[in-house]
């Protein structure tokens, strides 16, 4: 008996210790596990970059000079939108030109998501349909929709992270963004949109699947760079697993 007791209290602590992606189905997903996986976890990492770009309050009301900019491709009509119930994405504190100790450049935060991956969308169905995130058609369909791209995305970029005309300023974006893996050649995006979102603009892009991504490859490193705006970040591939399959 004591065994025994010992065993459940072994198995207790052990699920208890276990992320909820691995230990609960996602319909039983709480608000804050929606939101920690769509801020922070093994598919979305928060990147603070020092820049000069500094967000205008109205943000995502007036279209400026990034007219048009949202109508640029379409990575993946089958994976649930990025846009969706996304949270806010946070800006650090930053001095304005002229305050006592501004010399350093200001930083923003942006947080880099796979979209593809099966725990960002269910997390996505979950915000978006609550307890009927199960029993959805429209959520089933998406679920069960096979993505052929790594949809990868960065939100909270200001408005005035891209200027020019629309094609010249996508043809930038694609020649310059990545995913890297040590041993293996690069894996450029097939394409890349920008969508207006509640907290400034979130940049989409798709990566073939030609170049297989396993456990073994270690590490995966995404980057992207918006003019003067580099975003690097690094993802273990073996704290992306679930259920024993790499979920990308």
């Keep these: 008996m004591k065994k025994l007791g010992f ?3 072994l198995l207790t602590i052990s699920l208890w210790a276990a992320d909820f992606w691995q230990s609960k189905p996602f319909g039983e997903w709480s608000d804050k596990d929606v939101q920690k996986m769509l801020d922070n976890s093994p598919w979305s990492k928060a990147v603070n970059v020092a820049t000069d770009l500094v967000p205008p309050s109205d943000t ?3 279209s400026g000079g990034r007219a048009g900019m949202g109508e640029i491709g379409n990575p993946s009509a089958g994976a649930a939108s990025p846009i969706e119930d996304a949270p806010a994405v946070s800006t650090n504190s930053r001095p304005r030109a002229g305050d006592p100790g501004s010399s350093a450049l200001p930083s923003m935060t ?3 998501r796979w979209e593809s991956s099966l725990p960002v969308r269910e997390a996505r169905m979950r915000a978006k349909y609550g307890a009927e995130a199960t029993t959805s058609p429209e959520s089933k369909k998406i679920l069960d929709a096979v993505e052929p791209s790594y949809v990868i995305t960065v939100s909270g970029l200001p408005r005035n992270a891209l200027r020019g005309d629309p094609e010249d300023v996508k043809k930038q974006v694609l020649a310059r963004a990545a995913l890297t893996v040590k ?4 894996i450029r995006p097939v394409n890349f949109m920008m969508q207006r979102a509640t907290d400034g603009f979130v940049a989409v892009f798709a990566f073939p699947k030609t170049t297989a991504l ?5 590490e995966v490193e995404f980057s992207a760079s918006f003019e ?3 975003v690097k ?3 273990p591939l073996k704290t992306m697993v679930v259920n024993g399959k790499l979920e990308l």
């Excluded at 041993?183 to 690069?186: H, M, R, S, T, W």
């Excluded at 396993?214 to 270690?218: A, G, H, Q, R, T």
């Design 228 to 230: 003067s705006l580099v």
């Design 60 to 62: 995502g009301k007036r």
């Design 183 to 186: 041993g293996k050649d690069p």
């Design 214 to 218: 396993s456990v073994e490859d270690k």
């Design 233 to 235: 970040q690094r993802f």
């Design 110 to 112: 942006f947080i880099v």
């Design 7 to 9: 065993a459940a209290l």
